[in-house]
């Protein structure tokens, strides 16, 4: 079963304005990690926070997580077109294989 | 930084055919590599680990008869798609942990997919 649940499934947005994703996990991890995926590619690792972390930025991203509710977000701020992409939150546990939410899909309109 | 090559990018192929996917790390060895199953609009389904020297393990419902996976190299991990039909055809996607990464505090590298599909 998937370990992260990610929420909104959707979301739309005006150019500059923030994104906020949300997500949800349900075992003890080493770390979780966000990754990005743009339509038919890969994925492409964007923040990686440590179980003893709470918050931590990166550029335009700002990544929280909440250890004793599970819970971790993603907030883009100031967005660009170019961040429509697809927001998958990964769950982390020491020598295990990323396990991935369903993905928040984002459009960021111009 | 640490790249991850995928190979071929898309393939189209009869049914009944076998297909074989490559998975490279291409700056940094990796014992351990995961294969990852995608549908669309769907997020990442793991379908197995692959261990350098050792046999894959598969997650739960994957025929591991179907989906053969071969790792003989720290840089190298194989996944054959085994007389594929309709079904198989999916986007799937390898990754890769760097082996000095045994407290899994890095982030994974991953390839960019190879789109299979089967008439």
């Known amino acids: 079963s998937q370990q992260g649940e990610e929420d909104p499934q959707a979301l739309s947005i005006q150019e500059g304005e923030n994104a906020t994703m949300n997500c949800s996990y349900k075992t003890s991890i080493n770390n979780l990690q966000w990754y990005r995926q743009n339509s038919g590619r890969g994925l492409v690792h964007l923040i990686l926070?440590?179980?003893?972390?709470r918050e931590k930025h990166s550029g335009r991203l700002r990544v929280t997580l909440d250890t004793s509710k599970k819970s971790s977000s993603l907030l883009i701020t100031a967005s660009r077109a170019a961040d429509t992409a697809s927001y998958f939150c990964?769950?982390?546990?020491?020598?295990?294989?990323?396990?991935f939410g369903k993905g928040t899909t984002l459009s960021v309109s111009s | 930084g640490a790249v991850v090559s995928q190979h071929p990018s898309r393939v189209i192929c009869k049914s009944g055919t076998s297909v074989k996917i490559e998975c490279r790390s291409l700056d940094f060895q990796a014992t351990t590599m995961f294969w990852y199953r995608q549908f669309p609009k769907q997020s990442l389904m793991l379908m197995a680990t692959s261990n350098e020297g050792s046999k894959a393990t598969y997650e739960q419902g994957v025929e591991k008869d179907k989906f053969l996976i071969n790792h003989a190299s720290l840089t190298l991990s194989t996944l054959t798609v085994t007389s594929a039909h309709p079904e198989d055809s999916s986007f799937y996607i390898c990754?890769?942990?760097?082996?000095?990464?045994?407290?899994?505090?890095?982030?994974?590298?991953f390839g960019d997919g190879t789109r299979l599909s089967i008439l």
């Open positions: 990754s890769a942990r760097e082996y000095l990464d045994r407290d899994s505090n890095q982030p994974q590298h």
């Open positions: 990964a769950a982390n546990q020491a020598g295990t294989a990323l396990i």
């Open positions: 926070i440590r179980s003893n972390e």
